[in-house]
């Protein structure tokens, strides 16, 4: 049965870093060919995509969030981490890490974390 599970801060302040580590169980990280994404849905939103690292590390982000966003992975751990930088209270959402295929389609993703709640405030 794979996993996945969202950890880090509930509450960031304006312009800091948003950082979200993803552990995964059931499946290594490094398994061909699998994508891990990043996802996020504001309130009363839609899904969001954001990017994600493949199976061999490389990273791909959403055009409209790539200057902000970087994904790094520890194999070791079987984890992959989000950081989003600068953010203000529109980046406030709840957060998902998936296992994808490559098509950056939350609709085409098999496996989902529970999802965390980032509250953008001072």
């Known amino acids: 049965q794979v996993q996945l599970q969202e950890s880090g801060p509930g509450l960031v302040k304006p312009s800091q870093t948003l950082s979200l580590t993803c552990t995964v169980s059931?499946?290594?990280?490094?398994?061909?060919?699998?994508?891990w994404s990043w996802i996020r849905q504001p309130p009363g939103k839609g899904l969001e995509w954001m990017g994600y690292?493949?199976?061999?590390?490389?990273?791909y982000y959403s055009p409209s969030l790539k200057s902000r966003t970087s994904i790094s992975r520890d194999t070791f751990k079987n984890q992959f981490t989000l950081q989003l930088n600068s953010v203000t209270p529109e980046d406030t959402a709840v957060y998902y890490c998936?296992?994808?295929?490559?098509?950056?389609?939350?609709?085409?993703?098999?496996?989902w974390g529970k999802g965390t709640l980032v509250t953008v405030s001072s």
């Open positions: 998936a296992r994808d295929f490559g098509a950056a389609d939350p609709g085409g993703m098999d496996y």
């Open positions: 059931g499946c290594s990280i490094t398994t061909k060919y699998f994508y």
């Open positions: 690292i493949t199976y061999r590390g490389s990273t």
